[in-house]
């Protein structure tokens, strides 16, 4: 018998099963079946017993978990210190590190291009500052993939840690510190092991999600970098191998279904939506015993070492000037890592205007001659107006289904909920080159590759997880005795969640909409297979262009996202404090 809130999040299941888990299945499928239609594993024997593909999985781990290692070293000293912090600080913080998150992928990548290049501007100014004799080849090379991989990565790393600290009561701490705890003692012994299951729960996140990479490593990467994401594209796009590049998928999905796994039972996958699990719920084999005492010992050894070092700190520099922030490692790391963030981008704008032919640092002269071939074009303009409409209808289409089952979920007594949460996630941690291929294969079948219709279902099932996700944080500060009041006089459970719970919640409502409208506007994955010929894309048309020849057109419309997408975000606030 279904409850009154599974008839809210019912629309959303419904839809991400014809949407997400039958293209996924269907395809998958395939990896067991040879051309005749019979079955067979001989393309999975092919995958292991061929080195190269072994080589290029092995490229896969590696990349993908030394970008889990990067984002999580420099992540967490950020999201701790936007934990410390007063709420103002925090948010002005915050702010900055959203930047690059709302800014388009591919602008982001082309700015590295213009920065990491031989004639880029890092290797220009170390020339010119005598560091270095000739320029470093930090484009095309694992360098390169890790510096773009994390630029990628990081701002989701901290807001993901940041949610879990939160949590975290700071008397804790103060407590540990009347006892005759230092701070670097408290810190290990207590907010480290509370504030680790977010810690795990973003690595998590970031190894998936690094799984499926393939834009960073064609931008940024030589050969040496190649990763499965890659080979299932060639293989769809150039050698029309549907089945083979189905059982690669299965292998690149079996490698993050392995990570939710171990994930699941260390830590429990109900922390990935902020949830503690009580020692009741917790599991005790061996594995999490050995864990459990092999951390509690490694704690305890970093906290009296950091013990040691404050009293070395203080007899330095004395108590009262060591305590003061500007001279904290902790702020000017944090700086340094919203700057390796947000700065990036801006080279694009000079670089826009250039009169050179190619992209290149310092820009030669002053033209507006790449503008004018953007607004000029037809095919940009088509592409740019098609980008906007599929966007719009996508964030709306999120709203409709993202909002109800979020209320549903932010309420008690609905049933299978970690199960359904688990789903309406699973979108954000799936390899992306997978649901696409897997969309395309259903929509060849049904006639809808190179519409904008198949666009907006493909990009609703990415961006509906962000309009759950950004609701239910905004149900969390929701007085639920308004809905009850409003039962009381009257009011049903729809007139209620119209007039009282959406008004309330109008500024959680507006950040849901351009998420899910930014998320949608910069998808590229999807838009590489369903749009097709003159029926293309914004994000689609850039990749084109950048794989063919990378000129200042690309800074121009790049400097144009970038504008275009601040002062979205900008006319969002405004309208919200009006409110």
Known sequence: MLTSSSWWVAPLVVFLVVAFVYPVAQLLALSVLNKQGEFTLDHFTRF??????????????????????????????????????????????????????????????????VLLGRNGAINRELTALGIIDEPMELIYSFAGVMI????????????????????????????????????????????????APGVAASALLVFAVGLGFFITPILLGSRKETMIAQLILFQVEEVLNWNF??????VLLALTLAMFYLYDRIVGISALAGERRDESGARQGLVNRVIGRGST???????????????????????????????????????????????????????????GEFIEWPPRGFSLRWYEEYFGSSVWRDATLRSLWVAVTTAFASLALGIPAALALSRPG???????????????????????????????????????????????A????????????AMK?????????????????????????????????????????????????????????????????????????????????????????????????YLNRRR
């Not at 590049?245 to 299965?250: N, P, Q, W």
């Not at 009296?304 to 702020?331: F, N, V, Y």
């Open 48 to 113: 292991f017993a061929t080195p190269v593909y072994l080589q290029v999985l092995v490229i896969t781990l590696k990349v993908a978990f030394w970008t889990t290692l990067l984002c999580v070293l420099a992540g967490y000293p950020v999201a701790y210190l936007l934990a410390r912090v007063s709420p103002g600080t925090r948010s002005a913080l915050v702010l900055w590190i959203l930047m690059p998150f709302w800014t388009s992928f591919l602008v982001r990548t082309f700015a590295w291009v």
């Open 148 to 195: 773009g991989t994390t630029h990628a990565l990081l701002p989701m790393t901290v807001l993901t840690m940041l949610g879990a600290m939160q949590t975290i009561d700071h008397n804790l701490t103060k407590a540990a510190g009347t006892l005759g705890a230092r701070p670097g003692q408290a810190f290990w012994r207590v907010w480290f092991p509370l504030s």
């Open 245 to 250: 590049a189905a059982a690669m998928s299965l």
């Open 297 to 355: 010992w490694l704690f305890n050894s970093f906290g009296e070492l950091s013990a040691q070092c404050s009293i070395l700190t203080d007899k330095l520099l004395g108590r009262r000037r060591a305590g003061r922030r500007w001279l904290s490692p902790l702020w000017w790391f944090s700086i340094a890592a919203i700057t390796f963030l947000v700065v990036p981008t801006f080279f694009l704008v000079p670089v826009s205007f250039s009169e």
């Open 414 to 460: 609905l049933p299978a909920r970690s199960a359904i949460l688990a789903l309406i996630v699973s979108p954000l941690v799936l390899p992306h080159i997978i649901v696409a291929i897997g969309l395309f294969y259903v929509y060849a079948k049904i006639g809808l590759v190179g519409t904008s219709i198949g666009l907006v279902i493909g990009h609703t």
């Open 462 to 473: 990415f961006a509906v997880p962000y309009v759950v996700i950004t609701m239910m944080a």
């Open 477 to 573: 500060h929701y007085d639920q005795r308004l809905d009850h009041a409003a039962w009381s006089l009257g009011a049903t459970r729809l007139q209620t969640v119209w007039k009282v719970t959406l008004p309330v919640l109008r500024a959680g409502v507006l950040a849901a909409f351009v998420f899910a409208f930014v998320r949608s506007f910069d998808e590229l994955t999807v838009a590489l297979f369903i749009s097709t010929g003159e029926a293309t894309t914004l994000p689609k048309q850039m990749w084109s262009d950048a794989l063919l020849k990378i000129n200042p057109t690309l800074a121009a419309v790049s400097t144009c996202l970038l504008v275009f997408i601040t002062l979205t975000i900008v006319a969002a606030e």
